[in-house]
């Protein structure tokens, strides 16, 4: 045999013997060691609702003919129905809107005024659809009067913040006596869209 080929078979004889080694290391076993841990995570509830149509939310009927002096009033609860999972509110604010919009929403100072109220029971209510209210318990004011539209009106005092309570409201919409003739014969239609906020984040 060669010099060559002795070198090719000690060479081939070298590989096989160290693959025979590292399959043999394989064959061991190896200490191990784990711990795991898991746990679940939901996320609350925020959620607020007017009452049912009716005595608890007359939020939904018009008024027509009105004249300078003239008065709505609505009531409408307002329930925090977040349920058991659900946390505080942080505020509640309102945002009206008009569509169709006039001068009886536009014009800030002579057109139609709004102003909110809490009773501490519901709202005893009288006359269909000119509706009237009075308070058995205590009132207070919710909003002041102010232009009937609005972006994120701030509502103060109010229950509803806390989960599970209702706030009993009468809405108070009003045309100034100073409001001019040009205000004669106009329609506006408007929207109550009430936004409550979650608390402040905190750590859980």
């Keep these: 045999m060669n010099r060559k080929t002795t070198k090719r078979l000690l060479g081939s004889l070298a590989v ?9 290391l394989g064959t061991f076993a190896t200490f191990t ?4 841990a898991s746990h679940t995570i939901s996320s609350g509830t925020v959620s607020i609702a007017l009452g049912a ?9 018009g008024a027509s003919n009105l004249v300078p002096g003239d008065t709505v009033q609505r009531a409408a609860d307002l329930i925090n129905n977040g349920g ?27 057109g139609l005024q709004m102003s909110i109220e809490k009773c501490s029971t519901a709202w005893t209510e009288s006359g269909s659809p000119a509706y009237t209210y009075t308070c058995g318990g205590t009132t207070s004011t919710v909003l002041a009067s102010r232009a009937v539209i609005g972006s994120a009106i701030a509502l103060s005092g109010l229950s509803s913040l806390t989960t599970g309570s209702t706030d009993h409201l009468r809405v108070t919409l009003s045309l ?8 004669q014969g106009l329609t506006s239609t408007i929207s109550y869209n009430f936004v409550g906020t979650q608390r402040a984040a905190t750590s859980k």
Excluded: F, K, Q
């Design 16 to 24: 096989v013997g160290a693959a025979a080694a590292m399959a043999g």
């Design 176 to 183: 100034p006596t100073a409001a001019p003739n040009t205000m």
């Design 84 to 110: 058991a999972s659900a946390d505080n509110l942080s505020a509640i604010t309102l945002t009206s809107t008009a569509s169709p919009s006039s001068l009886l929403d536009t014009e800030l100072t002579n």
């Design 33 to 36: 060691s784990s711990t795991s």
């Design 53 to 61: 149509t009716g005595a608890a939310n007359r939020l939904t009927v």
